[in-house]
């Protein structure tokens, strides 16, 4: 097998995505936001999802979060059927989401922004545990600490971690929702415009750190992004929205050629 053959091999999602949207339609009013949209990610893999303004890409992404529920079609995760299912159920199963904007609690640490994160399950024997500080507590707690600092120092924010959120640059605000989102291995990770507000720099370190997650965790990462030059850089595959329906997909020189997706999106013909 020639060493072409072998990356294309690598690059390609797989047989059983975890991730795996099928024929979802959301219509508001006599508007059609989505018709029919099918988009699958396989493990380790980054797919970009692109397009016009008023495609239809955040109400996909609010669809497949659990924000809003479709008027047909499924959300599969790990192939159980999570359609139905809130978004706090989808997070708890291991699907994060980071938005558009920034969104920190300002009031808390860096730190503990991330370690919020990690809360959800409680740390065992209830009230009475806090008032005695049990020692599973402490323990669970001094576990959850170590993830957070883990996620912070792979993001880049180990020299912040005290500082409140409120006060970081949106760079550094953007990378807390990130560490955040990660602290806890995701299955699948919904990136909404995380490049908006970054320095090229910043972009590029981004860029990196989400090729890093995605392949030492190995989560399906479906990522939307208007900076085409960090989209055709960054993704295995680029899926296209036009009027609320797929319009082309493929790998990012498959996209850039493709003259539906030219006429659409990128203004040239």
């Not at 959300?75 to 989808?90: C, F, K, P, S, Y």
């Not at 030492?216 to 208007?226: D, F, P, W």
Request: hydrophobic share 45%.
């Amino acid at each position: 097998m020639s060493e072409q053959t072998v990356a294309e091999v690598d690059r390609a999602p797989s047989l059983s995505p975890i991730l795996a949207v099928s024929e979802v339609s959301v219509s508001f009013g006599g508007i059609r936001a989505l018709d029919g949209v099918s988009v699958s990610v396989g493990a380790g893999e980054i797919v970009g999802l692109i397009g016009p303004n008023g495609a239809g890409k955040t109400t996909l992404f609010d669809v497949i979060s659990g924000v809003r529920f479709p008027q047909s079609g499924k959300v599969m995760l790990e192939g159980v059927d999570v359609t139905n299912r809130t978004a706090i159920q989808r997070a708890r199963s291991g699907l994060r989401r980071t938005y558009q904007a920034v969104q920190v609690f300002g009031w808390l640490s860096v730190e503990d922004n991330v370690v919020a994160a990690l809360e959800w399950e409680g740390g065992g024997g209830g009230l009475f545990a806090d008032l005695v500080s049990s020692p599973t507590r402490r323990r669970r707690e001094k576990a959850r600490r170590a993830q957070a600092v883990a996620a912070l120092e792979r993001c880049g924010l180990a020299a912040v971690a005290d500082a409140p959120s409120s006060s970081l640059p949106i760079g550094q605000a953007r990378m807390v929702e990130l560490a955040r989102a990660t602290a806890d291995p995701p299955k699948v990770l919904l990136l909404d415009e995380p490049t908006s507000g970054l320095e090229p720099a910043e972009a590029t370190r981004l860029a990196e750190l989400i090729r890093s997650i995605s392949q030492s965790v190995g989560c399906a990462v479906l990522l939307v992004e208007h900076d085409m030059e960090f989209v055709m850089g960054v993704c295995d595959r680029i899926v296209v929205l036009n009027l609320g329906q797929v319009i082309a997909e493929g790998t990012p020189d498959q996209v850039r050629a493709d003259e539906n997706v030219r006429t659409a999106y990128l203004g040239t013909s």
